[in-house]
């Protein structure tokens, strides 16, 4: 068992990257090596209840969830015509070393027509990097963001 300080977990909190980040954590004055896997909060205040540490290895492969950044949105194809693009995931799991975890992928849109998807499989991944669902075959390769059309996009001639 851990005893944190409530006031600086919660600012670290407020980062994405804490969540994709390798950890030391350092007990009876051993440091240790860890990803976090888990928080609870208290679901009316502002509160953090519990966290859950995972211990990690350097040399082994880990697997854990990593926020996707969706870049290009509005400048791309289909989001100059007008288009919405609708997000399907906002993480994936992937399977790394732990020097490589990265703290987001970065998925572009630019090329995203109306009509048009990306899937799991058009992420461009550092080195070092593979989805898990992909490693189980090719009907995991699920659509992570579509560029649909608005009501009132340009090409129907609405507002």
Not at 2 to 9: G, P
Not at 11 to 24: M, N, P, R, T
Not at 99 to 125: F, M, Q, R, T
């Amino acid at each position: 068992m851990l005893t944190l300080n409530h006031n600086e977990v919660i600012k670290h909190l407020e980062h994405e990257a804490v969540y994709s980040h390798v950890l030391d954590i350092t007990v009876d004055g051993k440091t240790e090596k860890a990803i976090l896997k888990g928080v609870q909060r208290n679901p009316v205040k502002f509160q953090v209840l519990h966290m859950d540490f995972l211990r990690v290895e350097m040399g082994e492969l880990l697997k854990v969830h990593v926020p996707l950044h969706f870049t290009n949105e509005s400048s791309s194809v289909g989001g100059k015509k007008g288009g919405i693009a609708t997000h399907s995931m906002v993480d994936v799991e992937v399977s790394c070393l732990p020097s490589l975890l990265p703290e987001y992928i970065e998925v572009n849109l630019a090329n995203l027509d109306i009509g048009g998807s990306l899937h799991l499989s058009d992420i461009v991944l550092p080195a070092g990097i593979e989805i898990v669902a992909l490693a189980q075959g090719v009907e995991h390769d699920l659509p992570i963001v579509s560029m649909m059309a608005s009501k009132a996009s340009k090409d129907d001639g609405g507002a």
